[in-house]
T-cell receptor
């Protein structure tokens, strides 16, 4: 089955700086890669996703890149703000999410004011 | 607005008890999922369902079963609760089919403590 590794497990950045979270996956048939954000005490919510036919996707201050050859994808947050503090989970799936998601172990991001 | 609700936010049960966790979604979603969330281990899939009366094992199904008698409701059953099943349980749903969005919508979670 699929295995998703996520690094780092914790990350602290100064407000205004950029943050990068990296994930690798094992199943070359995976073709859908979402990122979920979970604020303290709240439920995970989708923030951005990318499909295997796209190398990069941006949405305001967040972007995701995908390297299918290396089986590696990353979340980039620029101009970080206090409200970016949360746990971020990457995930991978075959069949564009119609099959099960395999999640990474999460990254706790802390923005230092 | 998609709404996924879970029957309890907090639950305390004794070892050996049978435990039912219920999840209801109101958006006619085809897919429903049960995860457990533990610190440092992320979200691990227990069971999922693509249709009524249909279920598939996830990555950690041992000690659990599920039931989906109606499209909107997906139940997780701990046949004989054990202390290692103390965890946060999250239910999720997604639309399914060939739609452009494959987002999973999560419930608020049930924190289960088994003593």
């Amino acid at each position: 089955g699929e295995n998703v590794e996520q690094h780092p497990s914790t990350l602290s950045v100064q407000e205004g700086d950029s943050a990068v979270i990296k994930c690798t996956y094992s199943d070359s048939a995976s073709n859908y890669f979402p990122w979920y954000k979970q604020e303290l005490g709240k439920r995970p919510q989708l923030i951005i996703d990318i499909r295997s036919n796209v190398g990069e996707k941006k949405d305001q201050r967040i972007a995701v890149t995908l390297n299918k050859t290396a089986k590696h994808f990353s979340l980039h947050i620029t101009e970080t703000q206090p409200e970016d503090s949360a746990v971020y989970f990457c995930a991978a799936s075959r069949s564009f999410g119609n099959e099960k998601l395999t999640f990474g172990t999460g990254t706790r991001l802390t923005i230092i004011p | 607005d998609v709404k996924v609700t879970q029957s309890s936010r907090y639950l305390v049960k004794r070892t050996g008890e049978k435990v039912f966790l219920e999840c209801v979604q109101d958006m006619d979603h085809e897919n429903m999922f049960w995860y457990r969330q533990d610190p440092g281990l992320g979200l691990r899939l227990i069971y999922f369902s693509y249709d009524v009366k249909m279920k598939e094992k996830g990555d950690i199904p041992e000690g659990y079963s599920v039931s989906r008698e109606k499209k909107e409701r997906f139940s997780l059953i701990l046949e004989s609760a054990s202390t290692n099943q103390t965890s946060m349980y999250l239910c999720a749903s997604s639309q399914g089919g060939t739609v452009p969005s494959y987002e999973q919508y999560f419930g608020p979670g049930t924190r289960l403590t088994v003593t």
